[in-house]
């Protein structure tokens, strides 16, 4: 079946079609909320919400970009409205621990991220780098995940986030500039 | 090389991450149970419409008692008419 047609039977309300497109960009959507969130039950929540709002809009959808790419897009956008929602709880949170009498709430430090594709091998030092990667700013981190978990070309991800090539790239080399600073106080501990 | 292309280079050859198998189950009964919850885009249609009718006559009202001056309201008016105003040098008895 070819992408109108698939684009057309989600339009009618076809649950095959629904099925088909699950299906087939389940993996990719899971994954991609899993490396921006860091958390294998939010990002499975993430993943369903995704798809519900595509089926729910599908009928905005023109047909301008493939169907993947406009799936990815809202995946990116409510993995980041996820992440900025969390973050505004922290911080509500940090503040009420300022006045006496509030029990501390530990539900935000986050636990060391493994990503279940990882090589075991490599299973810790993948884990610092998604510490890291979590504190580089939205737009490197959306980029870098596409790029290496995804595997997504420079030429998807600026499709998928609305910027042209060369701003992909200027994107990524900021990425590892920012990761290699992060991460500079872990060499320099390891290395003693 | 660097360590810190070696951390990065930690991500080489990283599997996807598979989703539950019952992801298309999953999304397809909250799918169900949303259609469920939502009202009828028609109903939230009608619901405006009459809401911005209701506004437009109220200010269609409001501009009216406007144009037609603070103190000259239908009872006095009438009043006045029928000299019963207080003005009235004439007194009923």
């Known amino acids: 079946m070819n992408e109108q047609n698939l684009v057309a039977l989600l339009k009618e309300g076809d649950q095959q079609a629904y099925a088909c ?14 490396g921006l969130v860091q958390n294998a039950h939010d990002a499975e929540d993430l993943a369903q919400e995704v798809f519900v709002a595509v089926f729910k ?36 949170a940090l503040i009420q621990q300022l006045f006496p009498g509030t029990e501390r709430d530990n539900t935000f430090i986050a636990p060391a991220f493994y990503h279940p594709g990882v090589k075991l091998e490599n299973k810790e030092r993948a884990a610092v780098l998604f510490k890291a990667l979590d504190q580089l700013p939205e737009n490197q981190k959306s980029a870098f ?4 978990l995804e595997e997504l070309s420079y030429a998807e991800i600026a499709e998928v986030l609305g910027l042209s090539i060369s701003a992909v790239e200027s994107l990524m080399v ?9 991460l500079q106080p872990y060499y320099e501990k390891n290395e003693v | 090389m660097n360590h810190t292309d070696d951390i990065e280079n930690s ?6 991450a598979e989703a539950s198998p ?15 919850q939502l009202t009828s885009p028609r109903w939230v249609y009608i619901t405006a419409s009459c809401l911005i ?9 409001l501009i009216k008692a406007e144009k037609r ?15 019963l105003d207080n003005d009235n040098p004439v007194s009923y008895h």
């Open chain 2, 11 to 16: 991500l080489d050859g990283i599997r996807r």
């Open chain 1, 145 to 148: 995940v596409l790029h290496k």
């Open chain 1, 174 to 182: 900021r990425a590892r500039q920012n990761l290699r600073r992060l």
């Open chain 1, 21 to 34: 497109v699950v299906d087939e960009l389940g993996n990719a959507v899971y994954n991609t909320c899993l």
């Open chain 1, 57 to 92: 809009h599908i009928h905005s959808f023109r047909g301008e970009a493939k169907l993947s790419t406009w799936i990815y897009r809202i995946a990116i956008t409510r993995s980041l409205e996820f992440l900025r929602t969390k973050k505004r709880k922290k911080r509500f």
């Open chain 2, 69 to 83: 001056g603070p103190h000259h309201n239908d009872a006095e008016l009438m009043a006045r008419q029928l000299g």
């Open chain 2, 22 to 36: 019952y992801l298309t189950a999953k999304v397809l009964s909250r799918l169900q149970a949303t259609a469920k």
């Open chain 2, 53 to 61: 009718l209701l506004l437009a006559l109220n200010l269609v009202l």
